[in-house]
């Protein structure tokens, strides 16, 4: 139910993305030196610019949009793996849904996950001593033929990695041996930020879409993003504020509205002030 819940709310972000006002919209703002435009504040729908057509491909900031996106994020399950893998106080900090078109999609350059990535990730020479998540929730089948997700193993554990060739995707794949991430509706893929990981192009008739979710320990959340007001409406998260802890606990009221399994006080999943935190015995197997 939950997935189907979430297959039908993830149907109508990509339509609405394709409605004539949004693409319109679009078409009165800039592009950068990659040829992508965004509409600014949250949530916000991206695009590509193909010579004056708009290609979507990503949305931002879902939270805004539907309570769905908000219950997923607290899925009892997603939560007591989250906290079993990082072990420590943690929050969600960005949300984002990709998606490659039938035989439009393109590739997504080679990249490591903030804080790692970019520029500013060469401050970041090591990787952070307690675990960070990216979650991964698919949306629709992903295979080679649609543009899955590609990794390098290993790669994560030394903090930034200087990315050349970052938009040959074919280089990554012969010369790193990365390796392919093919997954179904309702799989969940978990990484490191620091992870280089990057996807090929989607030539093939079957879309392909996933909402992310980027959890963050306290700690690293203390260092990195704790000089904005959380959850900024440009998207950057920043202090867990009051005002942060009530958005963070609406995501539960959520799940109820929407009769959702939630966690209760016998739960190993603790939420407060400082974030999650999984208090339970550890274990490998979540049936
Ligand atoms: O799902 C993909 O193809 C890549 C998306 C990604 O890595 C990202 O948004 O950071």
Known sequence: MELS????????????????????????????????????LLPRHLYYNND??????????????????????????????????????????????????????????????????GQEGSKFNETHQIPN??????????????????????????GHYPIENEHDHEYFKREKNAVPLEMEPGDINFHNPSLPHGSGPNNSDNIRSTFYVHWCNKNLFMDYYNHFEYMHSDGLPGKFTEKGYEFIKDFFSCRKALCLETYDDKSNINLNKNGFKYTGVPRFSIS
């Open 52 to 117: 004056g057509e708009y290609i979507y491909h990503r949305s931002e900031g879902l939270w805004h949009l539907s309570p769905i996106f908000k219950a997923i994020t607290v899925n009892p399950k997603l939560l007591t793996i989250l906290g079993q893998l990082i072990g420590d106080r943690f929050l969600p900090t960005i949300d984002s849904l990709v998606c490659k078109v039938p035989k439009n999609g393109r590739p997504v350059i080679w990249h490591q996950d903030p804080p790692y990535g």
């Open 133 to 158: 998540v990216i979650s991964d929730i698919y949306i629709n089948k992903s295979t080679m033929d649609n543009g899955c997700l590609y990794a390098l193993p290993g790669a994560h554990l030394n």
């Open 5 to 40: 819940l979430l297959q039908k709310a993830v149907n109508k972000v990509i339509e609405s993305a394709h409605s004539k006002k949004e693409i319109e919209r679009h078409t009165k703002l800039e592009t950068n030196k990659f040829g992508y435009s965004n509409s600014g």
